[in-house]
């Protein structure tokens, strides 16, 4: 799995107030969540009028294309000419991969067991007769 995190750093111009900076910052989260399919979060400036920084995330099975729709998520914020681009930065995290055959030290354990070994085990379980308080021979079912 390979997850990429990028940082944008914006300056809203002519913004006199911190609900007109994150009007601005809204409008570019949203067009950058619908346009790439990307995570996307206000990580800085939150208490500046004109300074935000925000944080971009996605996850792949390659690094190649996440570093790419990354790369065009922070293309695109600038392309909008919402907010000049102070600066960015991306990194890219290649996690390693979770092995696909479970364990060997499961057996004993009723996962553990194969289909036919957990069936024989119920059809077992299931002849058992257990006696009623008053006297009665009850057969328990499972």
């Known amino acids: 799995m390979v997850v990429g995190a990028a940082l944008v750093e914006l300056h809203v111009h002519g913004s006199t107030s911190l609900k007109q900076k994150r009007g601005v910052i809204r409008s570019i ?24 920084v925000i944080g971009l995330s996605a996850a792949g099975g390659e690094p190649a294309p996440v ?6 998520a922070v293309a695109f914020i600038e392309s909008l000419h919402l907010a000049e681009v102070r600066s960015s930065d991306m990194e890219i995290l290649v996690l390693p991969e979770v092995a696909e055959s479970p364990p060997d030290d499961l057996e004993g354990l009723p996962w553990g067991e194969g289909p036919n070994e957990a069936d024989e085990a119920d059809e077992a379980d299931e002849g058992i007769a257990e006696e009623d308080p008053t006297g009665a021979d009850v057969s328990r079912v499972d």
Not at 67 to 72: A, F, G, I, P
């Open 67 to 72: 570093r790419k729709v990354l790369q065009r």
């Open 29 to 52: 989260q949203q067009r950058v969540r619908n346009r790439f399919n990307v995570s996307v979060a206000e990580v800085g400036g939150q208490d500046t009028w004109q300074r935000c």
